[in-house]
């Protein structure tokens, strides 16, 4: 059995898990740490629900809390650096 992967490795491919973009192995391993991961399954249900908003509005008016979470997301997944707890 392979170690599961990271926190950051699997919020990094959340999108295209749900999208089913990813191929057979890849999302099997997305599958498999959210299966042991509580932290990153709220993410992949913050995920979901952004897929939703964004799916329900042709013009976007993002709450401040969720515009700070985003950025911060954002900044977290650009610096290679930066660990995930």
């Known amino acids: 059995m392979k ?3 990271s926190c950051r490795e ?3 491919q959340l999108w295209r898990f749900l999208d ?3 191929k057979s192995a890849d999302h ?7 299966d042991h991961c509580v932290h990153c399954c709220g993410e992949l249900e ?14 976007l008016t993002i709450p401040d809390d969720v515009q700070h979470r985003l950025e911060g997301l954002i900044a977290e ?9």
């Open 3 to 5: 170690p599961l992967i």
């Open 10 to 12: 699997a919020v990094r």
């Open 20 to 22: 089913e973009e990813l």
């Open 28 to 34: 099997e391993r997305v599958e498999e740490h959210l």
């Open 46 to 59: 913050f995920v979901r629900h952004m897929q939703k908003l964004l799916g329900s509005q042709r013009e």
């Open 77 to 85: 997944l650009s610096d290679p650096g930066r660990t995930r707890k």
